[in-house]
């Protein structure tokens, strides 16, 4: 059974924490502190009028914003990205990669709230079972974090987290071993006790000690170590016990891309299997090139084995800043070398990719885009091609 075919009514949360768009913002922070929860819905009349997260916290902070003179209207995020009970989880997962959030409201055909869905929950659902089909932590592990010595003030800390787009910063020593981290999660509970933190030092803020696992362990060892220790982040260090990635949430969840292209697969040969009575069979290419062009948030490109491009989305043009007519038979190696991954040559070759996807991230006028890329391949796994996923990183 393929559990990303799990709708999200099974694993949202839906006792969900709430708070009137006239509340103090300090409330809300309280709130999330308490419930060890983080985001809140900002709520009217049982409507979603907007979301508190913790990464909005962090960038008030930043931003030098008073949060004791602001309310919870004042520091919400609207509109809200939401999805029905009947969503699946796998395109929860694409849904919440497209429009860059981590938290995806459900709610009835009215609008009212049913709930809320986290890339933690989508991650759970597959269970330690499913894991265990899948690569090493140095596969999907990132290895653009942010890390500062002890010294550091945590507003530097917060500077770093909002700039790159971080959860979190790793506290190294000299030799880069990680000493301790500060979350996002830190600065609510820091912010919500009114520690003044202008010249409060990572030494004093952080947590420690960090639970570490090398990039070889098997994926399936690491969400175990996170679901056993309740924490959404491991940091990965080399033989030397040097921080040279780090696994979140986030990172475990993004290799599901493989499984995706197997659902959208899926999807085509059980459309053209059970055709309706009296219809045409269906088209798979042109099934699957539909169901491509329908995936919100993300750009595709395919090409055959010899890096021909046979098939992009519409929605490179608005995301890559390439010409869909112009795409047809170049070469997809030269087409992502000029999007400015140098290596992608190297990158996509049938060995290179035989053990699972590679991902790459470039950054282009549009901001910052995370590339995978994988094999095509045909019902006995014989290589077709190439496929290219993009979207915001």
């Known amino acids: 059974m393929n559990t990303g075919l799990t709708m999200i009514a099974s694993v949202m949360t839906r006792d969900v924490c709430q708070v009137g768009k006239g509340q103090a913002a300090m409330e809300s922070l309280a709130l999330m502190r308490s419930r ?15 979301i508190i997260t913790e990464r909005d916290i962090v960038r008030s902070l930043d931003a030098k914003c008073d949060l004791k003179a602001l309310s919870c209207a004042d520091l919400m995020q609207s509109p809200v990205i939401t999805g029905s009970a009947q969503t699946t989880c796998l395109d929860a997962y694409h849904l919440m990669v497209g429009r860059d959030i981590r938290h995806l409201a459900v709610t009835d055909e009215a609008g ?17 079972e499913y894991y265990s089909r899948l690569k090493d932590v140095g596969s999907v592990m990132s ?7 002890p010294a550091a003030l945590v507003a530097e800390a917060l500077r770093q987290m909002v700039e790159h787009h971080q959860s979190c910063v790793l506290v190294v020593d000299d030799q880069g071993h990680a000493i301790g981290v500060l979350t996002e999660r830190d600065i609510v509970t820091l912010t919500s006790d009114q520690v003044p933190t ?5 030494y004093e803020a952080m947590r420690a000690p960090v639970i570490t696992i090398r990039p070889r362990k098997p994926l399936h060892a690491a969400v175990k170590s996170m679901e056993d ?9 080399d033989d030397r016990d ?50 491509l062009r329908g995936m919100s948030g993300a750009a595709a490109l395919a090409s055959d084995r010899d890096y021909r491009i046979s098939y992009a989305s519409p929605n490179v043009e608005t995301m890559l800043g390439l010409r869909v007519e112009d795409m047809a038979g170049t070469d997809l190696r030269d087409t992502l070398k000029a999007l400015g991954w140098g290596a992608a040559a190297a990158s996509l070759t049938e060995p290179a990719l035989a053990s699972g ?3 790459h991230s470039v950054t282009i006028a549009g901001g910052k885009i995370d590339l995978q890329v994988s094999l095509l391949l045909d019902d006995q796994k014989n290589a077709m091609g190439y496929l290219v996923l993009a979207h915001k990183a």
Do not use: W
């Not at 060890?36 to 907007?50: D, K, Q, R, T, W």
């Open 143 to 149: 290895t653009e974090f942010c890390k500062l010595p």
């Open 357 to 359: 996807g590679r991902h």
């Open 229 to 237: 220790a309740h924490v959404r982040r491991l940091v990965v260090t």
């Open 112 to 128: 009212h709230v049913l709930g809320i869905v986290s890339e933690g929950d989508v991650m759970r659902n597959f269970g330690i």
């Open 242 to 291: 040097v921080a040279c990635g780090l696994l979140t949430h986030h990172e475990v969840a993004r290799g599901l891309e493989g499984d995706y292209v197997a659902y959208l697969k899926e999807m085509v040969e059980m459309q053209a299997n059970t055709p309706a009575p009296g219809a045409q069979g269906v088209d798979e290419k042109l099934l699957l090139a539909n169901i």
């Open 198 to 202: 202008e010249q409060l030092t990572l």
């Open 36 to 50: 060890s929860v983080s985001s809140v819905l900002v709520v009217e009349n049982e409507l979603i009028l907007g």
